[in-house]
């Protein structure tokens, strides 16, 4: 057994947990999947094609961008939200090679 990490999670693994906990959610994965590679959306443009209410799918987002799955920009009065595709892969592939190494 590994008691390492019995109290304290590494620096490099912080940000992951709040990552899966962002995607633990059915609503939110949808979410996600909504967007086409390389592509941005706002709010109306996400509940347009959800079956929540704006006010969820902020809420939604909100987490989603805390977590660091998505990146957010202002244009004006719009938020435009882009997949963080960095962040996303660089976080998979410490889980990836822990299990490489470790398991």
């Known amino acids: ?39 941005r959306l706002n709010v109306g443009q996400i509940a347009a094609v959800s079956t929540l209410a704006r006010s969820t799918v902020s809420h939604h987002l909100k987490i989603l961008r805390e977590a660091g799955v998505l990146s957010a920009e202002r244009e004006g009065k719009e938020i435009y939200f882009r997949v963080n595709k960095p962040f996303l892969q660089d976080s998979f592939d410490k889980v990836s090679g822990y299990l490489a190494s470790n398991l």
């Open 1 to 39: 057994m590994n008691k390492d990490y019995s109290r304290d999670i590494p620096e490099a693994w912080r940000g992951i947990s709040a990552l899966f906990a962002a995607l633990g959610d059915e609503h939110r994965q949808r979410i996600l999947l909504s967007f086409e590679p390389g592509e």
